[in-house]
């Protein structure tokens, strides 16, 4: 166990819904990056967040967007959904370390979407 | 040119033989490589990492990296059925996203 947390574990959504998924950091990291990964692909980068500001951003659209707190959990939200956004969004937990380069990532057991 | 490519195979082994799992890469300045498992419906499993040129042990695993070739692969030796999962090679080519591969697929039968 990573000691991150994601939930909900698995949600279904219609298109044009939106949508917030939620991520707990392992405990000591002040990093969170989001991923998306589709059905037999590799893991898409969508963002990172340290210090509650995003801090680099993969191809994604500006429908895409999150949040981090000051307990440096985290928020993925998706706003109009899509069929294609269908599915496991995964979060990574890490540190920013020496020249702001990300130390090893850790990552959560993901939430499975569904967009019918 | 994908920036992390991986054979997607399945790549079939006996149990208690060596399972060799390759990945290339393209970005030069790349620093950091991971390889992850992947069990199915899971989510990925940091298995080890490496920076520096060379071999890097860890039990029953051995990731070794070639910047000048600019490939990384990782031996899996005495492969039990419990290892059958996708192995997902990942590389940090900047500061912040990881570029994964798609994944090969190992299956280890008894």
């Known amino acids: 166990e990573t000691g991150v947390t994601q939930s909900p574990t698995h949600l279904i959504k219609t298109r044009g819904q939106q949508v917030t998924l939620r991520c707990s950091s392992q405990?000591?990291?002040?990093?969170v990056s989001w991923y998306q990964q589709a059905l037999g692909q590799g893991p898409q980068f969508i963002f990172q967040y340290y210090r509650e500001e995003e801090n680099g951003r993969g191809n994604f659209p500006p429908r895409f967007s999150g949040l981090q707190f000051p307990n440096y959990s985290s928020e993925l939200n998706v706003n109009a959904l899509e069929l294609d956004d269908s599915a496991l969004y995964l979060c990574?937990?890490?540190?920013?370390?020496?020249?702001?380069?990300?130390?090893?990532?850790?990552f959560g057991p993901g939430t499975r979407l569904t967009v019918l | 040119q994908k920036e992390v490519e991986q054979n997607s195979g399945p790549l079939s082994v006996p149990e208690g033989a060596i399972a060799s799992l390759n990945c290339t890469y393209s970005d030069r300045g790349s620093q950091s490589f991971f390889w992850y498992r992947q069990y199915s419906g899971k989510s990925p499993e940091l298995i080890m990492f490496?920076?520096?040129?060379g071999d890097k042990e860890d039990g029953r695993f051995t990731a070794q990296l070639n910047k000048a070739s600019q490939y990384v692969s990782l031996l899996i030796r005495d492969s039990q059925p419990s290892d059958s999962a996708t192995y997902l090679c990942?590389?940090?080519?900047?500061?912040?996203?990881?570029?994964f591969g798609t994944g090969t697929r190992l299956l280890v039968s008894p």
């Open positions: 990942a590389v940090n080519t900047g500061f912040q996203k990881l570029v």
């Open positions: 490496i920076y520096s040129n």
């Open positions: 405990s000591g990291h002040n990093t």
């Open positions: 990574a937990s890490s540190n920013l370390g020496l020249a702001g380069r990300t130390d090893t990532q850790y």
